[in-house]
């Protein structure tokens, strides 16, 4: 019995952990920190057991235990939270991040959304945006209503202003912007270190795609799909 209610306790502690990561660093002390001074290392030395104590979760078991845990919060709020849900989407656009909305929303994808298009002063702009994290501080209903049109920002993370030759750069939740590569611009996800090289005449990157999408009512729209994966 004791066992039985150690294992529901873990189990309702899991959905607090965004990863495993954070699962791992929980079993932390300040202690551990301060003599092993690597918290990657001190992660690793968790899972094998060999500092934390207590029961220690393999990263499949946590994954399945979390998804579990998850699931009917889920099921219960995926029409709400879905902003495409019961649109009537033409645009081609459009469509393509109502298809990737729900992945993004429950962090299987993090794709990256190049623009180009004018602004209200009819200026030709163009940026990189992080499509997850604008979902998670934005409210879409009115992008797919038609109401607003998707464009980059000076806070994405990459903005470019054409005509003023304003440009801006700055990492997001997901991203962390390289941009002193030889080659040009480059980021790097935050959850699997992968890299996603945007260069349209070079390799994409692991777990990654690059689709061209036609769009009446844009100049240029390219999606950078990723799909995010745990680190080992």
């Known amino acids: ?71 009917p919060r889920l099921s219960k709020t995926q029409q709400k939270t879905l902003a495409s849900a019961g649109k009537e989407l033409k645009d081609n656009f459009l469509k393509a991040l109502a298809e ?41 209903e009115p992008y797919f209503s038609g109401k607003k049109k998707l464009l980059p920002k000076s806070t994405d993370l990459s903005f470019l202003n054409w005509e003023t030759e304003h440009v801006t750069s700055r990492d997001s939740p997901n991203y962390q912007v390289i941009d002193d590569n030889p080659s040009g611009m480059i980021f790097k996800n935050k959850i699997d270190r992968k890299i996603v090289d945007v260069n349209p005449k070079g390799p994409i990157g692991d777990s990654s795609s690059r689709i061209s999408i036609q769009s009446n009512r844009y100049l240029q729209i390219v999606i950078f799909d990723h799909t995010n994966r745990r680190r080992n």
Do not use: W
């Open 1 to 71: 019995m004791e066992e039985d209610n150690t294992t529901a306790a873990l189990d309702n502690s899991i959905p607090e952990f965004q990863s495993y990561e954070d699962y791992l660093s929980s079993k932390l002390t300040a202690s551990d920190l301060y003599y092993l001074e690597d918290e990657e290392m001190a992660r690793q030395l968790v899972e094998l057991g060999c500092i934390g104590g207590g029961e220690v979760l393999k990263r499949e078991e946590f994954e399945k235990r979390k998804a579990a845990a998850e699931a």
């Open 100 to 140: 990737r909305e729900e992945p993004h929303r429950s962090g299987k994808m993090a794709s990256i959304l190049f623009i180009r298009d004018r602004n209200a002063r009819g200026q030709e702009i163009s940026g990189y945006i992080d499509y997850s994290h604008r979902l998670q501080t934005e409210d879409f």
